[in-house]
């Protein structure tokens, strides 16, 4: 079994992951560590993810992965960027109104994965493009889930239940990627139906 440290105080985060690794046929294990990490004041997510990798090491003293992700807005670059869980937190569905009427509503979700096993951090990313809905949807209210619509479909993060968002979601893309690098000989394919173990 290989054990895979997550640092979040986020609970919406942990559970995305492990319903992931549990529509794998892998020995991963996914370890919530529940600590709360200081985080850079930056719209750079890629900045924000290294300083919190590092802060997450010398806390544990292990290897172990680190997550944050951002909401770009086309009609205004750069923004929310690294800061959009502030920006959620404090005024939520509001953050549809910063768009004005005729301004493009096209947005980038990203998730970026910071790895540190002590000698050094490694970032993994992962994008979605979309759109910004005009009122938030849904009932899954995991920072911006609820007003960002990903491309090729009608409904935002939000309102769609585990395996659908599991398809386009940028977190899912970013632990792919992170996976697939820092544990090559790992086949990743999906649990065949029926088995339970």
Known sequence: ?????????????VKEVQDFMNSLDTDLQICHV???????????????VKQK??????FLSQPCVVEHSGLLMEALPKLPGGLGQIIW?????RMCSFLLEGDKRNATAQSFIGYCNGRHVQVYSGT???????SARGENKCNWDPI????GSDKTYGEMEPEEKRS???????????????????TLRPKRIGRTD
């Open 53 to 58: 990798a590092l802060e997450a090491y010398k």
């Open 89 to 93: 937190g404090a005024i939520g569905e």
């Open 128 to 134: 979605m493009h979309g759109n910004i809905a005009e």
């Open 148 to 151: 960002f619509i990903p491309r």
């Open 1 to 13: 079994m290989i054990k895979i440290y997550f640092v979040t105080t986020n609970p919406a985060k």
């Open 34 to 48: 529940n600590e709360s990490l200081d985080e850079l004041l930056c719209l750079d997510i890629n900045t924000i």
């Open 168 to 186: 386009t979601s940028p977190s899912i893309k970013a632990w792919k990627s992170f996976l697939k690098n820092e544990f090559p000989d790992l």
